[in-house]
C-alpha cells in the first residue's frame, strides 16, 4: 500500500497561473482533506469530502476548488494562483469522521512569485 | 470559537528529563482530543488520541476538563522523541479537527 500520495512535491507559479494538486489514497477511506501548513499557522482545513462526489469548505477555501469525481483521488485548483497561497500544502485521507486516525500525504511545496 | 493553543514553540530538554508539552483549547460541548507527531523527513502521523486513554512510546495526555488543557507528557525523554508535535481538538458538532501551532522538542544527549 502507498498509503497517501501528492503530486507534484514542489512547483513554482506566476502570479495568475493556475494548477491542480492531485492527491491519491488506496485504503478505501471515504474522507479526504486539503490542508495548507504556514509558519507559525500549524495546519488549516481549506476543504475535505466526506465521499465521492460530495466537497465541503474548510476554514480557508477561497481561492481554491476541489473536486472528488472517484473515491481515491481529491483534487485540489488553485484558478489564478497569488504569492498568499504560498504554502506547503497536505492532503489526508480517514475512514470516517472526527474519531477516526488521519494519514497524511508528503506534502506539496508551492511557491508562487 | 473553537480555539486550541500551544504555547511553547520550542521545547528543549536532555536526554533522560521529564517532558510536557502544553495545548489549551477552548470548544463546546465534549471535544475529541489528539496528539500528532511530525519526526524530521517523515509524515505527520497520530501518536494519540484521548479516547484511547493509551501511552504511546512513552507519551501520555490528560484530559483535564476543568482547565481544558491536553498536555502531552513522557518522564524520560529520549533523542528520538524530537520532532513536530502538534495538538489537534475536534468537535462533533462540526466533525472537524483544529490542529494547534506545533511545538518543536528537542532531545539532547
Known amino acids: 500500500n502507498a498509503g497517501v500520495t501528492q503530486t507534484p512535491k514542489f512547483r513554482v507559479l506566476k502570479t495568475g497561473q493556475s494548477m491542480t494538486l492531485l492527491c491519491a489514497q488506496d485504503m478505501n477511506h471515504e474522507y479526504m482533506y486539503w490542508y495548507r501548513q504556514d509558519p507559525g499557522m500549524g495546519l488549516r482545513l481549506i476543504h475535505y469530502s466526506v465521499g465521492e462526489g460530495t466537497t465541503a469548505k474548510g476554514e480557508v477555501p477561497d481561492g481554491y476548488n476541489v473536486s472528488r469525481l472517484k473515491k481515491q483521488n481529491f483534487l485540489l485548483g488553485l484558478e489564478s494562483a497569488a504569492p498568499s497561497q504560498t504554502s506547503v500544502y497536505f492532503c489526508a485521507s480517514s475512514p470516517g469522521g472526527l474519531s477516526y486516525e488521519q494519514y497524511f500525504g508528503p506534502g506539496t511545496r508551492l511557491t508562487v512569485t | 470559537a473553537q480555539r486550541v493553543t500551544q504555547p511553547e514553540k520550542l521545547l528543549s530538554v536532555f536526554k533522560g528529563a521529564p517532558v510536557e508539552l502544553k495545548c489549551n483549547y477552548s470548544y463546546s460541548g465534549s471535544p475529541e482530543l489528539f496528539w500528532y507527531v511530525q519526526y524530521s523527513r517523515q509524515r505527520l502521523q497520530l501518536l494519540l488520541r484521548?479516547?484511547s486513554r493509551e501511552s504511546i512510546k512513552g507519551f501520555t495526555a490528560d484530559l483535564n476538563k476543568g482547565e481544558t488543557s491536553f498536555h502531552l507528557k513522557k518522564p524520560f525523554a529520549q533523542e528520538e522523541d524530537s520532532a513536530m508535535y502538534y495538538c489537534?481538538?475536534?468537535?462533533?458538532?462540526?466533525?472537524?479537527?483544529?490542529f494547534g501551532t506545533g511545538t518543536r522538542l528537542q532531545v539532547f544527549p
Open positions: 489537534a481538538p475536534g468537535s462533533y458538532n462540526t466533525d472537524k479537527l483544529i
Open positions: 484521548h479516547i
